[in-house]
C-alpha cells in the first residue's frame, strides 16, 4: 500500500477542511495517509486515528501576529514536522510529501525527504507574498516599508523554490494556476487545479434539511436586543485574520442598524488571530446586543449553524491576495441553500456567478445597502438560495477537485504495491 505524508501547518486536521477532504480521499482510493497539523486549544497535540488516518499533532506557540512572532512560530513547526515525519516513516515508509502552504517552508522537510526517493507535491493554498501586502494593509510591494519590503521578496523566493522542488504543483483555482505557470515557471504538465468543494453527500444531506424550509422565514430569531422580538441572521463563516474583512463587517453593520434602522442578528462562526480585537469592536461600534460570535465549529455544527443565516457575507476586501483567492464560504453558503452578499472580486465571482449580490469592490456603504435590500426581499432570497444551491452541483468534489487529484497523484508515476 502506498503512503503519503500531508502536512499542514497553519490550521489543524480534521479541522481544515480542504486538507481533511484530500486525506478522505486519498484514503479511500487505497492509499495509507498520515498527516501532521499543529495542535491548538480545542484540537490537543499527540497521536490520533480518526477515519483511517494517523493524525499527528503538535505543539506550536501561541498564533503570531507580528515579525518575530512568525519566525519563532516557523521555526519551531518546521523542527516539529521534521521530528514527527521521522517517527512516520520509521513506522511506515511513505512514498509522497504532500505539503499545504502556508507558510512556504515546507520545503525544506521535503528537500530532505528527497534523499530518500520520496515525491514532494505542493498543495499551494494562499498566496504569501500577496498575504504580505494584505497584513500590511497594501496594494503594491512599492508601499510596503523596507522590513515588509524585504519579507516580500523573501516569500516569492520561497514560493518560487516550493514550485521548483515539487513533483506536482495543485492549485486551488486557475488564478493560481496562472501564478504557477507565470510567476513560477512551472512546467504546465506537473500543475494541476483541484477546486475545494462540499461532496455530492453534503450537498443531498444539506438539501434534505433545508428543503422544507421557506428562505423567507430562515434566519428568524428572537432578538432581545431589537424592540419588535425578531430579526433575520446575517452570517459570516472563516477566519477570522487582518485580510478577512471581519472589521469592515462590523463596520457596515452598523451602517445598517443606525444608519438604515434594519433589524438583524449578526453571526460570527470561527476564529483567528483577531477574534478579541473584534469583540472589543463590536461592543465599541454598540453591536453587542445584536451580535453573536460562535468561535471555531466542527463543519458539520458550522453547516448547521450556516444553513439558519438568511444571508450569508464575504466581506473579504479587494487586493492582490483576496481577488486571486477563492473563498471556501462562498460554496458553502451556496450548499446551505443561503442567499449572499459579496465584493465583486474576480474569484468571487468565478464561483458564484449568478448566485450573489454583489458590492463594489471595497465599498462598505454599497455593502450595506446590498444587504439592507435583500433583508427587505424574502423573494430576492429565495431566489439566490436556489441559484446558488444549483450552482455548486456543478462543483461537488466529486465531479472535480477529486477527479483532478487522482490525475495529479497518477502525474508521479508511482507503481502500485
Same mark, same amino acid.
Given at each position: ?93 511513505? $512514498? ?7 507558510? %512556504? ?71 493560481? $494556476? ?33 428543503? #422544507?424550509?421557506?428562505?423567507? =422565514? ?11 422580538? #425578531? ?15 471581519? %472589521? ?67 466581506? %473579504? ?22 442567499? $449572499?452578499?459579496?465584493? =465583486? ?6 464561483? #458564484? $456567478? ?22 427587505? %426581499? ?14 455548486? /452541483?456543478?462543483?461537488?468534489?466529486? /465531479? ?10 497518477? #502525474? ?6
Amino acid at each position: 500500500m502506498k503512503h503519503v505524508l500531508i502536512i499542514v501547518e497553519n490550521l489543524p486536521a480534521p479541522p481544515d477542511y480542504r486538507v481533511w477532504r484530500i486525506a478522505t480521499t486519498l484514503r479511500a482510493a487505497g492509499w495509507r495517509v498520515s498527516v501532521i497539523s499543529p495542535a491548538t486549544a480545542s484540537w490537543p497535540a499527540g497521536e490520533f486515528e480518526i477515519e483511517g488516518i494517523a493524525v499527528f499533532r503538535h505543539w506550536m506557540p501561541c498564533e503570531a501576529r507580528r515579525l518575530a512572532g512568525y519566525l519563532v512560530e516557523y521555526a519551531v513547526a518546521v523542527v516539529q514536522e521534521l521530528r514527527l515525519s521521522i517517527t512516520v516513516f520509521r513506522r511506515a515508509r511513505f $512514498q509522497v510529501i504532500h505539503a499545504c502552504n502556508p507558510p %512556504d517552508l515546507i520545503w525544506l522537510v521535503a528537500l530532505f525527504w528527497r534523499l530518500f526517493g520520496v515525491k514532494f507535491v505542493y498543495d499551494h493554498h494562499d498566496l504569501c507574498p500577496e498575504l504580505v501586502l494584505a497584513k500590511a494593509g497594501v496594494q503594491s510591494p512599492a508601499d510596503l516599508g523596507l522590513v515588509h519590503r524585504v519579507l516580500f521578496r523573501l516569500m516569492l523566493a520561497m514560493e518560487r523554490v516550493s514550485h521548483w522542488l515539487a513533483d506536482v504543483v495543485l492549485a486551488t483555482n486557475e488564478s493560481y $494556476q496562472a501564478v504557477a505557470l507565470g510567476r513560477n515557471r512551472c512546467v504546465p504538465e506537473r500543475v494541476f487545479t483541484v477546486k475545494t468543494a462540499p461532496t455530492e453527500a453534503e450537498l443531498a444531506e444539506g438539501a434534505a434539511r433545508t428543503g #422544507a424550509v421557506e428562505i423567507a =422565514d430562515r434566519g428568524t430569531v428572537p432578538q432581545s436586543g431589537i424592540e419588535g422580538g #425578531a430579526a433575520l441572521r446575517i452570517g459570516y463563516v472563516g477566519v477570522m485574520a487582518r485580510q478577512d474583512g471581519v %472589521d469592515g463587517l462590523l463596520r457596515i453593520a452598523r451602517r445598517l442598524r443606525t444608519d438604515l434602522k434594519k433589524e438583524f442578528e449578526l453571526v460570527l462562526v470561527g476564529d483567528g488571530p483577531e477574534r478579541a480585537a473584534l469583540g472589543k469592536m463590536a461592543t465599541e461600534l454598540g453591536l453587542e446586543p445584536v451580535t453573536r460570535f460562535c468561535g471555531f465549529l466542527p463543519r458539520a455544527a458550522m453547516m448547521a449553524e450556516a444553513q439558519a443565516f438568511a444571508i450569508g457575507v464575504t466581506p %473579504d476586501p479587494p487586493g492582490p491576495m483576496n481577488n486571486a483567492s477563492t473563498m471556501l464560504k462562498v460554496v458553502d453558503y451556496m450548499a446551505c441553500g443561503v442567499a $449572499q452578499v459579496m465584493y =465583486d472580486l474576480p474569484e468571487n465571482r468565478a464561483t #458564484a $456567478q449568478d448566485a450573489a449580490v454583489y458590492a463594489t469592490a471595497g465599498d462598505e456603504e454599497a455593502f450595506a445597502a446590498a444587504l439592507a435590500g435583500l433583508l427587505d %426581499d424574502g423573494a430576492a432570497r429565495e431566489a439566490l438560495a436556489a441559484r446558488g444551491r444549483a450552482r455548486v /452541483r456543478t462543483l461537488a468534489w466529486e /465531479r472535480n477537485g477529486a477527479v483532478a487529484l487522482g490525475n495529479a497523484y497518477g #502525474a508521479l508515476g508511482l507503481q502500485r504495491r
